[in-house]
């Protein structure tokens, strides 16, 4: 885990003209990155992925949504990628969607928990419940929000829209290792994404052969600079 909590995300000492205190995340807090998307898609080994791909050099904490289990938790905890006091889990009790999008009282206890446990806490990941198409974050719980589809469910899914796939800030094309398996055609699922979301961006990976998944975890990157430079003040 990083201990230079001092310097936030993305700081590069060979930059002289950098200032190290204008990288505060927004109003001083982590910056939160939601993943959602419908059941089994990957979202936890994306995950997981992410904690091993970052948990080096960006100081990170992971909230999980289950309806009934802390199974995703869990998962994670046995996995090893982060130290278990970095990990809370939400028991949502009710569809998945409820919890990141109508009533965010319990993900927002979660992530105040970690980051006051946590000193100079950069990135929150929170991973949603599977659910479906319409399962968005609300914009008071995350700062961006990923949503992963998988190939499995088939090449018609990107197509079908929602406001998963057609507004996410990044959407995910997952398990793409599995496309030869199910008769899944790459191309129309890339094409029909980016004609469903204009300019937003689209990743397609194998959580197999890439397992430390290299291009999300770079976006991730991209996004926690921009949300601190973004909150950092426009003079000095
Ligand atoms: N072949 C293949 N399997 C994958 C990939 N990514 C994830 N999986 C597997 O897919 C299964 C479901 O992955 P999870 O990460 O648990 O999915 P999830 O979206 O978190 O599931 P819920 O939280 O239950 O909605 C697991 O067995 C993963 O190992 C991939 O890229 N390729
Ligand atoms: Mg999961």
């Known amino acids: 885990m990083s201990a230079d909590h001092e310097h936030p995300v993305n700081f590069d000492p060979t930059d002289a003209g950098h200032d190290p205190h204008h990288h505060h995340a927004p109003m001083g807090r982590a910056v939160r990155i939601g993943i959602g998307g419908p059941v089994g898609s990957g979202k936890t080994a994306l995950t997981a992925a992410l904690c091993r791909a970052l948990g080096d050099t960006v100081n990170l904490a992971v909230v999980t949504n289950d309806i009934y289990t802390t199974e995703d938790a869990d998962f994670l905890r046995k996995a090893g990628v982060l130290a278990v006091d970095r990990i809370e889990a939400v028991q949502t009790g009710c569809c998945p969607h409820t919890a990141i999008r109508d009533d965010i009282t319990a993900n927002l206890d979660a992530v105040e928990l970690l980051e006051e446990r946590i000193p100079g806490l950069e990135l929150v990941i929170i991973e ?30 990107p197509r079908k829209g929602g406001p998963g796939v057609t507004t996410a800030d990044l959407l995910v094309i997952n398990k793409i290792d599995l496309a030869p398996l199910v008769g899944a055609d790459l191309d129309v699922m890339a094409s029909d994404a980016h004609r469903m979301r204009g300019d937003l961006p689209v990743i397609s990976q194998s959580l197999v052969a890439t397992p430390n998944a290299p291009d999300v975890a770079s976006w991730v990157q991209t996004q926690l600079h921009d949300c601190t430079v973004a909150a950092a003040p426009a003079s000095r």
Not at 128 to 156: E, H, M, P, Y
Request: glycine share 16%.
């Open 128 to 157: 949603s419940g599977g659910d479906n198409l319409t399962a968005v974050f609300s914009r008071g719980l995350v700062d961006r929000q990923i949503f992963v589809v998988d190939v499995a469910g088939g090449d018609k899914v």
